[in-house]
């Protein structure tokens, strides 16, 4: 069992930035998909971004070219997801993810960090 925590959000202006962490419990080398979802108020959970074991890199089209994941390079329970030109649209709880299976079903969430981008 590993457990998550985000950490980073907070209340920025339109064009602003983020960087959202995740720090896991123990290692997550070894995990199939490390990932962001995201939860705008009063819908379902959507996916940001999902990095697999095999180097794959899956963005939602919402914040293609906008947001950025990546692994710290010295940590390997840590990853980040960089935020950039943020959006009032982007207002949401930020969740991390990891699975050790081929989907997140199943799979370990952090309990969320919410995102405020006022106009």
């Known amino acids: 069992q590993v457990s998550l925590v985000e950490s980073g959000g907070g209340l920025v202006q339109a064009g602003g930035s983020l960087r959202l962490s995740c720090k896991a419990s123990?290692?997550?080398?070894?995990?199939?998909?490390l990932g962001w979802y995201r939860q705008p108020p009063g819908q379902q959970r959507v996916l940001v971004v999902e990095?697999?074991?095999?180097?794959?890199?899956?963005y939602g089209e919402v914040v293609k070219d906008r947001f950025t994941v990546s692994k710290d390079n010295a940590q390997d329970d840590t990853f980040y997801l960089q935020m950039i030109n943020l959006k009032p649209e982007d207002t949401a709880v930020y969740y991390c993810?990891?699975?050790?299976?081929?989907?997140?079903?199943?799979?370990?969430w952090g309990q969320g960090t919410q995102v405020t981008v006022s106009s």
């Open positions: 123990r290692s997550l080398r070894g995990y199939n998909i």
């Open positions: 993810g990891a699975s050790v299976w081929n989907s997140m079903a199943g799979g370990h």
């Open positions: 990095m697999t074991r095999d180097g794959n890199t899956y």
